[in-house]
C-alpha cells in the first residue's frame, strides 16, 4: 500500500478507499490488497492519472512512447465487426485477418477472455480496450492496434453502464510498448475531434489523420 501510494502520488488512506471501492486493480488476500504493477500502469495511463516515473521504468530510463499512427497502419480499421454478446466479440476479434501469422488465434482468445474474467477492458463512452494480460505472448514484431466498429452495441460490463460500441485491439511485442501505446491511445481517446469521429465510425482516412495531427501538435 505505501509503495502504491508513493507510486501514484496520493496518501495510503486515497489507495485503500480505491481498491475498497474497485476503481484501482486490486486483489484482495486475507487482509492485505496486493497491486499488479502493470495493471496500475495500464489503470494510470487510461485515467492520464500523473505518477511517479518509476511506475514506468523498468531500467532506470524513460523513453518516448511508441506512434499510435503507426500501430493503427499496421493494424488497420474494421467496420461491422460481428458479435451480439462480449464472448462472441472477442472470437470475431481474434479471428480478424490483420492478425500476424506468428499469433496463435485460439490464445489470443483465450487471453482476452481472461483479460475480460479480470476486469472490464470498456472506458467509457461505449469504448473498450481488450488486450492480453502478458503482452509478451503476442509474439509480433512491432506494435498493432486493431480499431473496431462493432456491427451492434454490445455489454462489455462497463463501469458507466454503456454497451460497447468501438473497441480497440492492442498488440504488443512487450509490455513496455504495450504500455507506450496505451498512453498514447489513452491521450487520443480525450480528443474531441476523436471522440467526435469515433462515435460517427467515420471514414478510416479521417482518423487516421485525426491521430497524425494529433501526434504532430505533441513532437
Known amino acids: 500500500m505505501r509503495d502504491v501510494a508513493r507510486l501514484l502520488n496520493?496518501?495510503?488512506q486515497t489507495v485503500y478507499r480505491?481498491?475498497?471501492?474497485g476503481s484501482l486493480p486490486a486483489h484482495r488476500i486475507h487482509d492485505q490488497y496486493l497491486f499488479n504493477r502493470v495493471e496500475l500502469q495500464e489503470w494510470a495511463a487510461l485515467n492520464k492519472h500523473r505518477v511517479s516515473l518509476e511506475l514506468f521504468?523498468?531500467?532506470?530510463?524513460?523513453?518516448q512512447p511508441a506512434g499510435?499512427?503507426?500501430a493503427l497502419e499496421h493494424g488497420g480499421?474494421?467496420?461491422?465487426l460481428p458479435g451480439k454478446r462480449r464472448e462472441e466479440v472477442l472470437a470475431a476479434v481474434a479471428k480478424l485477418p490483420g492478425i500476424p501469422a506468428s499469433v496463435d488465434r485460439e490464445l489470443l482468445y483465450q487471453l482476452l477472455l481472461a483479460r475480460e474474467a479480470l476486469a472490464s477492458t470498456s472506458v467509457g463512452g461505449g469504448i473498450a480496450i481488450p488486450h492480453p494480460r502478458d503482452?509478451?505472448?503476442a509474439h509480433v514484431d512491432q506494435p498493432l492496434v486493431f480499431l473496431?466498429?462493432?456491427r451492434q452495441p454490445v455489454d462489455f460490463r462497463a463501469m458507466?453502464?454503456?454497451p460497447v460500441k468501438v473497441l480497440f485491439l492492442l498488440l504488443s511485442p512487450s509490455v513496455r510498448e504495450h504500455l507506450r501505446i496505451l498512453a498514447r491511445l489513452a491521450s487520443a481517446l480525450h480528443d474531441e475531434a476523436v471522440k467526435k469521429l469515433l462515435a460517427a465510425a467515420a471514414p478510416r482516412d479521417a482518423i487516421l489523420g485525426r491521430i497524425a495531427a494529433i501526434e504532430k501538435d505533441a513532437g
Do not use: H
Not at 18 to 21: M, N
Not at 57 to 63: Q, T
Open 68 to 70: 499510435l499512427l503507426a
Open 148 to 150: 473496431c466498429f462493432l
Open 18 to 21: 480505491w481498491a475498497r471501492k
Open 160 to 162: 458507466d453502464g454503456q
Open 57 to 63: 521504468a523498468s531500467d532506470g530510463s524513460v523513453e
Open 77 to 80: 480499421v474494421v467496420y461491422d
Open 135 to 137: 503482452p509478451v505472448v
Open 10 to 12: 496520493v496518501s495510503e
